[in-house]
């Protein structure tokens, strides 16, 4: 079974978005403020910094300090359902992958901001937070 990555809605901390914070999830706290809740699946991935590099003709190492995953969605939460998206992976971070399930929370006010975090309780804990609204 694939690894589920979870994106984290940082706003849902009270605070404004940090790209590399490891804050814990707060499922009933992100299910409470987010404007919007998504399940869908990385269809692609790209690197723009390093990519740009690559274009320069510059030789030499860099190291990419963005990536940014598309995500389709297949399934709604909260909210409604929208086109697919691109966002940010705070920190470069490898995860998730292309193909892989994830959640997407999003608000008026941050954005699409996620953080990937591995946790299939996350989304059962989610979702019941959801249902109890």
């Not at 909210?79 to 193909?99: D, F, K, M, N």
């Amino acid at each position: 079974m694939k690894t589920i990555a979870i994106l984290i809605f940082l706003a849902a901390f009270g605070q404004e978005a940090i790209a590399c914070s490891m804050d814990l999830p707060d499922p009933r706290a992100d299910a409470r403020n987010a404007d919007n809740i998504e399940v869908g699946y990385v269809v692609a991935d790209r690197w723009p910094d390093y990519e740009r590099h690559l274009l320069s003709g510059k030789t030499g190492f860099v190291v990419p300090d963005r990536r940014i995953v598309r995500v389709v969605f297949t399934e709604v939460l909260k909210g409604r359902l929208t086109a697919p998206q691109e966002i940010v992976v705070p920190c470069s971070s490898p995860a998730p992958e292309a193909r892989e399930r994830v959640i997407v929370l999003h608000s008026q006010r941050y954005g699409y901001h996620l953080v990937p975090f591995l946790s299939p309780d996350y989304e059962k804990a989610l979702r019941a937070a959801l249902s109890q609204r």
